[in-house]
Nanobody
Framework: QLQASGGGLVQAGDSLRLSCAGS????????VAWFRQAPGKEREFVAT????????AYADDVKGRFAISRDNAKNTVYLQMNSLKPEDTAVYYC???????????????WGQGTQVTVSS
């Protein structure tokens, strides 16, 4: 099970940190990603991190602003979001997979989503 949290209403330029808490002893063996879905748009990839934390990947429009990290001792993956823009407004979902990658079809386990709203 995955539980996403940390969303909220912020102004452009602000920062937020999302958390994805996993349950079970095997969480540390999964790659975890963040996806987001804005109103009227398809869900899109944001960032992913391998089980060890050694490999990460980002969507082009968040590279340099967002950072994904994990603490396997706490069964938690984080998404630090800096310099937020109104176009970052979306529901953010965390998801886990046995096979590291950007593609949504790889991810078997999904959290419930957390709303991020960035005002201009």
């Amino acid at each position: 099970q995955l539980q996403a949290s940390g969303g909220g209403l912020v102004q452009a330029g602000d920062s937020l940190r999302l958390s994805c808490a996993g349950s079970g002893r095997t969480f540390s063996s999964y790659a975890v990603a963040w996806f987001r879905q804005a109103p009227g748009k398809e869900r899109e990839f944001v960032a992913t991190i391998s089980w060890s934390g050694h490999n990460t990947a980002y969507a082009d429009d968040v590279k340099g602003r967002f950072a994904i990290s994990r603490d396997n001792a706490k069964n938690t993956v984080y998404l630090q979001m800096n310099s937020l823009k109104p176009e970052d407004t979306a529901v953010y979902y965390c998801a886990a997979t046995n096979v590291y990658g950007r593609e949504e079809y790889r991810y078997n386990y999904w959290g419930q989503g957390t709303q991020v709203t960035v005002s201009s």
